[in-house]
């Protein structure tokens, strides 16, 4: 009897593990039971830092009440500076109110993450916490000449130690970070790919006018980048220089979609996708998907993975992908017949042209069933049919794993009743 009871309260646990698992924190949910940090919350939202906050664990929220959030708005700081202001008061480690009062020597340095963005240089970026007599806790931005004015009001949430969420008395106030920030016109894209491993990239991009002012101007109205790092991007090079002046403007325009889309947008809104070479017949689209925590950009050639963001902030993202993602309309896939695309054409056909009627007719010759030496697709660090067929496999064997997941869960339910 007392074996049987002690077996069923496992399986509830197990049950309650599987159903656990996504099941993070959200800070805009914890915030939501304090409408007197309502506007604190707003902005969390507003300036994405709130899926940042999600994403991470041991940290430290220093949440304002809407009087100290209004007067920090009575500035009029532009949107992207709120962002910066408010990243200096997520701390990356985990301080509930026991661990402020008791903190080793009464002070303490702690990163925060607007000091992991890199905008912030020297010790900007991270706040000093010290303990006062009569149990008063000061913080400060450490670039602020030592003067903590800001205090403990009180403990909020606290889910140690994953988050802690804690009020403090005003904002903190800090040179770096309440520095005008550019908006997104005067945003250097390729000065972003180029000091994030996309250097190769850029320096392409930068080269090739055509392409260069397509990206240009998307980036107010919304543009998201797709850089391949700077090893497989240099291997590719050579097939690069081997297309026609039209069909590199056409291959490099790929990279870039003319929408913002933030990571979890990406993770969640997979399917075809759009490129900025997009036109008309000429589809150079691919598509999204997701597995896990991991987003593809898949073509008919290979597949690249997503590997890190440079900058994710509306309006523009931009993310690095492991490999160089090919074109159908440019590239064939391994064993198709592909007579190697550049020679085969004028150079420098106008674009329209080029599109519509060419890309066409190489679609069609794709069925054909002679391989190709000469093929650009056979770049030497990917074979991509392999590459497709095996990210087909790791779908399917992803699905079946959820699958058995999801049917031991109805399982162990079952049996509960
Ligand atoms: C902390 O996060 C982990 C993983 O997301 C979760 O399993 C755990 O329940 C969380 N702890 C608290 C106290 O919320
Ligand atoms: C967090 O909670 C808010 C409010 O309940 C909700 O709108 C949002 O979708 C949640 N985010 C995630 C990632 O679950
Ligand atoms: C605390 O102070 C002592 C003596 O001043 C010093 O040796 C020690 O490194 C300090 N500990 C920390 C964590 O700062
Ligand atoms: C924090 O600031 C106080 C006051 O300026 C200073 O005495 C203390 O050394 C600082 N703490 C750290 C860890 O730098
Ligand atoms: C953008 O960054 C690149 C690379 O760092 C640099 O060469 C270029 O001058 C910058 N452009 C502007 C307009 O600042
Ligand atoms: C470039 O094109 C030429 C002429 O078709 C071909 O011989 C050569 O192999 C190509 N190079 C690369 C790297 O694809």
Redesign the pocket.
Known sequence: MMGQRQHVVLLIFSAFLLFQTSNAHNVTRLLAKHPSLSTFNHYLTLTHLAPEINRRTTITVLALDNAAMSSLLDKNPSIYTIKNILSLHVLLDYFGAKKLHQIRNG???AATMFQATGVATGVSGFV?I?DFKGGKVGF?A?DNG???NSFFVKSVEELPYNISVIQISKALPSVVAEAPTPGPSELNITGIMSAHGCKVFADTLLANPEAMGTYEDNVNGGLTVFCPMDDPFKAFLPKYKNLTASKKASFLEFFGVPVYQSLSMLKSNNGLMNTLATDGASKFDFTVQNEGEEVTLKTRVNTAKITGTLIDEQPVAIYTIDKVLLPKELFKAALSPAPAPAPEEAADAPKGSKSKTKSKSKTKSKAAPTPDSDSPAESPDDDPADQVADDDNAAMCFGAERLAVVGLSFLLVFFLL
Do not use: V
């Open positions: 002070t303490a340095l000093n010290t400060g450490e030592g003067s903590l």
